[in-house]
């Protein structure tokens, strides 16, 4: 049977709860709470200093004896140093009773009422953290108004990332290549180049592949870049046509430039672009990469389960590869990971396993790129939020 509080009686401070129910009945006043009362009592359950029927029992309660007063199924009692407490209690069927259970359904109100309150309030101020491991897990209606962050670590993030540091001009994502063509054929002749892969060799016809490598800057400064890719440049514009407010762009190789931007953004998403629609372990590891650096900065961060399951398989790495030697050891182990991971496989087996050497170098850059109006360029300190 639930407790309810539905009385009030004065007492000396000094005197004990149980002392109190074992005094006579005529040494008790008791009576009705006034609403000032009922107010006080509503802010002592705000507290966890009363009970009341929602099962939070405070440090000053003291239960007591049921036989102590009639129609009790149970009992509590609280100190408060006005000298006034209140008695919690239930059990019965009579006028009173009802009484009672009417004064408790509307404390109850108040404080539950209360309580959502604070929670919406802490709520508010926390900020939420979500991974995608594929792009189809994404509601597109979920990255309205957030920050999405885009990983594609073989290669498109991590070669964009190269590029900008290279100090390209900006690169143009395309969907497809026939669109990359129509695009280019717009731009002045000398001041673009033609960048991208499918099934990971580049595109007859275009100037370069998909390979971080061979964005250097004697290829690509103060170009633009008309790029499209396999998995890539697919995820950005999702992410970019579901109205993200922004759009940025991750790997292994800025993840901990990238990590201290999104820290400062209230609503993050991080979205795996995956490799032929399946999950891949290498953008796993570095949203879990930035996810642990992300939470270690704010603890403001409510994750979800794909975000908490990437930092911590991030985390496993990243201890056992630092605790002998450092970050030596954890490059050589990312790239040990990333030869085992489907993508890398697929590179292995085209000659390009240099690539994986490039896109295991953990933090080496401290480019951030940012997708707006159609074109990726590097985040400015005008950026900031």
């Known amino acids: 049977m639930r407790a309810c509080v539905v009385q009030v009686f004065s007492f000396e401070p000094d005197l004990s709860a149980a002392a109190l129910l074992r005094q006579p009945s005529g040494k008790v006043q008791w009576r009705w709470p006034t609403d000032k009362e009922l107010e006080q009592i509503v802010q002592l359950g705000l507290e966890g200093r009363v009970s ?39 059990g019965g069927h009579n006028k009173k009773a009802r009484r009672r259970r009417a004064a408790l359904a509307r404390i109850e109100r108040c404080i539950v009422d209360r309580r959502l309150a604070a929670v919406k309030s802490t709520l508010g101020r ?44 900006e690169i143009i ?13 717009t731009l002045p002749a000398g001041t673009f180049l033609l960048g991208g892969e499918r099934g990971g060799q580049k595109i007859d016809g275009f100037d370069l592949g998909n390979s971080p490598a061979e964005y250097t800057k004697q290829r690509v400064e103060n170009k633009s870049l008309v790029f499209t890719t396999t998995n890539g440049t697919r995820a950005m514009l999702l992410c970019a046509c579901a109205g993200a407010g922004e759009v940025l762009l991750g790997s292994l190789v800025n993840a901990e430039a990238l990590a201290e931007q999104l820290a400062r953004r209230a609503c993050v998403h991080l979205v795996c672009a995956g490799t032929d629609g399946q999950i891949s372990r290498e953008d796993v590891l570095a949203a879990g990469a930035i996810t642990a650096r992300m939470t270690s ?14 930092a911590d398989a991030w985390r496993s790495i990243f201890t056992a590869a630092t ?11 990312l790239e040990g990971l990333l030869r085992d991971s489907r993508g890398g496989r697929n590179l292995i087996a085209l000659g390009m396993q240099e690539d994986l050497a490039i896109a295991a170098d953990f933090c080496l850059l401290a480019t951030v790129p940012i997708f707006r109006d159609g074109r990726i360029t590097r985040l400015a300190a005008t950026d900031f939020p």
């Open 173 to 185: 994502p395309c969907l497809d290549v026939d669109e990359a063509r129509r695009i280019a054929a």
């Open 297 to 310: 900065i704010s603890a403001e961060f409510i994750c979800n389960d794909e975000a908490l399951i990437a």
């Open 323 to 333: 605790m002998i030697s450092g970050a030596a050891d954890l490059r050589n182990d």
């Open 126 to 169: 926390m900020h939420g953290l979500n991974v995608y491991f594929l792009p189809r897990h994404v509601d597109p209606q979920q990255l309205a108004g957030g920050t999405c962050a885009v990983i594609d670590v073989l290669r498109a993030t991590t070669t964009i990332a190269y590029a900008l540091e290279a100090g390209a001009k």
């Open 52 to 90: 009341l029927c929602l099962g939070v029992l405070g440090r000053q309660f003291v239960e007591c004896a049921r036989k102590s007063l009639r129609n009790i199924a149970a009992a509590e009692c609280a100190k408060a140093s006005s000298g006034v407490g209140y008695l919690a209690c239930g």
